[in-house]
């Protein structure tokens, strides 16, 4: 008969709570718990679903979108709310914004909203003001901003999805709320800074009361001009003029209208050093596909599924690269979109660029029998 082998009560105890210990680090829900961003805009995933579209991982399997994304290691989602959707067959409306903020929470994202202070699109080329807001005198938009941030807010903060960032007004850089808040750089003597700020702090008086204590919530600063120094500076410039809080500075870039990545490295460089705050570069995108948006200009990168992976990851490492650590992440802009998405356009399937940061956001499990604790 074998001898058997018996283990004292107290060290098989603390056997067992290694291995359990140990097993609980490796299951840890992914991505890795980091706040540095590998974000993506999902506002449209929702729409997408209910409708009743059906999305594919890369290896074919089908799966509900947020939880593909999340699997490759993407941790921050941003979903953008409109005052009152009403056009371009948006429904981003608030009701659509807790639900989907609720998606989002099922999967730990990270979650950062946008705030549109527009019925529809909000862009640097067009900024309009709600129709309801229209007949308003510049006083009583004011209230209506800090109306309209404080009910979005606490509504979202009573169903338990309030955002950890904000941000006040999307693509900013020519101001918003136009005409009132129009800013124009080519004759400056017709920017109007005092009512763009006027607007902001607004909007920051109602986020800061929503918060309260244990609720922190990061204001970002979203505007275009990602690789323009020139334009950052004197934006941000009149920020400082004009003593607007905030925590966060937005960049959009894309490779058509924003300059070239070491114009990006240089602005990021310039913002780091000269504000001291941390940068996202917010908005980001490429084709994987053959388009006619910038056939005057030379690609970067081929424009194939692997040309918009190269771009996203050439992207993300110019923003880890800003001084001072003041890099904080990397979004894409709309991963469902036909041409430039994650997803090709006829079978569904994701193309390459879901697994860009995958060395960075996914866990490595231990296999050396050591715990954090030591």
């Known amino acids: 008969m074998k001898n058997r ?34 974000g993506l805009d999902l506002s449209f995933v929702k729409q997408r679903e209910d409708n009743g579209e059906k999305y594919f991982d890369i290896d074919g399997a089908e799966k509900p979108v947020l939880k593909i994304f999340n699997d490759h290691g993407y941790n921050w989602a941003r979903l953008m709310i409109c005052n009152e959707p009403v056009s371009d067959g948006l429904v981003q409306d608030l009701e659509y914004v807790v639900n989907g903020a609720k998606d989002l929470q099922k999967y730990n994202y990270h979650f950062a909203l946008d705030m549109m202070f527009s019925n529809g699109w909000a862009n640097p080329m067009k ?32 169903e338990d999805v309030l955002p950890e960032m904000v941000q006040i007004g ?52 979203h505007v275009d001009h990602g690789g323009d120094i020139a334009f950052s500076q004197t934006f941000f410039d009149k920020m400082e003029v004009y003593n607007v809080d905030y925590d ?21 460089r310039m913002t780091a050093l000269r ?7 917010i908005e980001t995108g490429y084709y994987w596909r053959e388009n006619t948006y910038h056939e005057n200009a030379p690609y970067p990168f081929p424009e194939t599924p692997e040309g918009q992976k190269q771009w996203f990851q050439a992207v993300n490492e110019i ?36 697994r860009a940061f995958e060395k960075y956001s996914l866990p490595e499990n231990r296999t050396d029998w050591q715990n954090r604790i030591q």
Do not use: C
Request: proline letters at 5%.
């Open 5 to 38: 082998i018996t283990l004292p009560k107290t060290l098989l105890f603390f056997w067992i709570l290694m291995m359990w210990f140990n097993s609980a680090v490796i299951a840890q829900s992914l991505p890795y718990h980091n706040d540095y961003a590998f």
């Open 127 to 158: 900024q309009p003001t709600p129709s309801s807001w229209v007949d308003m005198t510049h006083e009583e938009r004011i209230v209506a901003v800090y109306e309209f941030v404080l009910n979005t807010l606490t509504t979202l903060k009573n």
């Open 170 to 221: 999307n693509e900013i850089g020519n101001g918003f709320l136009w005409p009132d808040g129009r800013i124009n750089y080519a004759t400056p003597q017709e920017s109007k800074w005092k009512n763009v700020a006027d607007y902001l702090k607004a909007g920051v008086k109602a986020i800061r009361e929503v918060e309260g204590n244990g609720n922190k919530i990061e204001i970002m600063v």
């Open 248 to 268: 966060v500075i937005g960049y959009s870039f894309y490779p058509w209208s924003h300059g070239t990545l070491l114009d990006l490295r240089d602005n990021l």
């Open 275 to 281: 504000y001291g705050k941390e940068i996202i570069v």
């Open 319 to 354: 923003v880890l690269d800003t001084p001072n650590g003041l890099g904080r992440g990397v979004f894409w802009w709309e991963p469902m979109a036909r041409g430039r998405g994650f997803f090709d356009d006829e079978t569904k399937v994701a193309q390459p660029i879901v």
